[in-house]
């Protein structure tokens, strides 16, 4: 809530994040790419064959006045193993110990209870920071290594348990944890955990040029009379190829929850009870494999036009070798962002309200043969929904240029040709410059309003009640011209012939976007 000199008091609705035209474009492809993710996995039960072992108590147990250091070393532990385990692509439950006890243990070493449902059994205890356990803890242990279940204690086993403290027979007890043998227990150091981790058996197996990647993460979980694989690449720039190995099902599909598509992967090796498939993940890329008994589409579906499929070989180059010198010819408008800006605050004398005043300068060396001056069209829905109180000036060299002049100034010519000839306005944007900002752009000729050395241009925005319009992005110069280097800042000089072997910035393109040859 305002309140303003005069005692004149307005509320104002919080920011819709929509008026940031640059960004509402992408709401709803969002929210659309949510709600199918969700609903697509919203009955699906994912397995997790790793116990973690909770060292809460024993950093209970162990702490005093006199001894800090036990919870910063079982929290370090922790978070290690934790890594490891991420970087396995091993999906884990944290338990306690009261929740472990109760556990029920199979013939194949394998444990949980009745409540997992549609999880499956927990393939491995891991153990990161024990040095004291309980009595009930170790008798469940023992059960579990007569068994041949796995346990795998991080840096050291347990001394003793609460109870008893640390003593010999306690001691041989916990000695006998670790019989290779019996069961797979054993040891795991610090540097060798992802090694041993990666011994732990799991559904799925993901391998790029026959060795793991840690930057590709998995997950697998059970639905209706289907098996779910989500494999998402985490890396930003980093693309890969993996080879996933699933176990057997009939039909595999991919589904695209962007483009809202099922496909079916062509090419799935079998043997045995493993299915294998190659796939290429893109940066920052899901993907969401689901194996069935029956096909999940009625025929096989292509991949729309533009789309790439991570399922088939990509035909491309990796980089192109130019020789020594090289000519190169724009085909697309070169571009001189206005990007240096001062601001002043005040109030409008004509109008009484608030005004922002901007002012920005270039320097022309050579005057092009066209330029044209692009930017948010302020007018449009934010002014709209701010009231039509809001007014926007803008002006070159002190003409202003938003909005076409009378047509009494150009003498002898008809009134389409006189109107032409002083219209600063293009009322149909090129292509080229149609989707820039991500919002509808204006487009204003200012060829004849240009001067040889530096140029002012400005722009006021003014408001009787509410805020005036912002400038939230730098407007943009386009012409077939080249930029120079000058001693305060860049010029525009004349296009020429661009011959080189460097950067494209030294000659004359630092900011072109677009096509060239």
């Known amino acids: 809530c305002f309140l303003s000199l005069d005692r004149k008091n307005y509320l104002k609705t919080p920011h819709n994040p929509v008026w940031f035209r640059q960004l509402g474009s992408y709401f709803k492809p969002l929210c659309d790419y949510a709600a199918r993710m969700q609903e697509l996995l919203r009955n699906v039960s994912f397995s997790r064959p790793v116990a973690l072992f909770s060292p809460a108590p024993a950093i209970r147990a162990t702490y005093s006045p006199e001894n800090p250091e036990s919870p910063a070393a079982g929290k370090e532990l922790l978070q290690k193993t934790v890594n490891a385990l991420t970087r396995q692509n091993l999906d884990f439950d944290i338990l306690s110990e009261e929740y472990l006890v109760r556990c029920a243990v199979k013939g194949s070493g394998e444990f949980g209870r009745n409540d997992r449902k549609g999880k499956g059994a927990y393939r491995a ?31 050291e086993t347990p001394r003793g348990t609460f109870e008893d403290g640390i003593n010999s027979s306690v001691s041989r007890r916990i000695e006998k944890l670790l019989n290779p043998k019996k069961s797979g227990s054993r040891v795991v150091v610090n540097d060798d955990m992802e090694r041993s981790f990666g011994n732990i058996p799991g559904r799925i197996k993901i391998s790029a040029h026959e060795q793991g990647t840690p930057d590709v993460l998995v997950a697998d979980g059970n639905g209706e009379k289907c098996c779910f694989y989500i494999i998402h690449n985490r890396s930003e720039r980093q693309e890969c190829t993996i080879r996933v190995e699933v176990p057997q099902a009939k039909r595999f599909s991919s589904i695209d929850c962007d483009a809202a598509t099922i496909v079916e992967i062509p090419e799935v090796q079998r043997e045995g009870s493993v299915c294998r498939f190659t796939a290429r993940l893109m940066p920052r890329r899901t993907l969401v494999v689901v194996g069935s008994s029956s096909s999940l589409v009625a025929q096989a579906a292509k991949p729309g036009k533009g789309a790439i499929s991570p399922f088939i070989a990509l035909q491309r180059n990796y980089r192109i070798v130019l020789k020594n010198q090289w000519m190169f010819e724009p085909q697309s408008l070169n571009a001189l962002p206005l990007s240096s800006w001062n601001l002043r605050i005040g109030l409008s004398r004509e109008r009484g309200g608030f005004s922002h005043f901007y002012e920005s300068s270039f320097q022309v060396g050579t005057l092009p043969a066209e330029c044209f001056c692009v930017m948010p069209d302020l007018s449009d829905a934010q002014a709209k929904m701010l009231g039509a109180d809001c007014q926007i000036e803008l002006s070159i060299n002190g003409t202003r240029i938003d909005r076409p002049l009378i047509p009494s100034t150009a003498q002898g010519a008809t009134d389409g040709q006189a109107e032409e000839a002083i219209s600063f306005i293009v009322p149909q944007n090129p292509p080229n410059v149609r989707n820039l900002f991500g919002a509808p752009v204006i487009l204003y000729n200012i060829k004849n309003l240009l001067i040889r050395g530096v140029n002012r241009f400005a722009l006021r925005t003014s408001s009787l009640a509410l805020d005036p319009q912002t400038l939230l992005y730098p407007p943009l110069l386009l012409g077939p011209f080249s930029i120079m280097r000058g001693q305060s800042g860049w010029v525009i000089e004349k296009a020429g012939a661009v011959v080189g072997n460097d950067s494209w910035t030294k000659y004359g393109y630092p900011y072109l976007s677009g096509i060239g040859i």
């Open 125 to 155: 205890l891991v153990i990161p920071y024990a040095p004291l356990i309980s009595r009930s803890l170790l008798v469940f242990l023992e059960k579990l290594v007569s068994r041949r279940g796995t346990i795998l204690f991080v840096n």
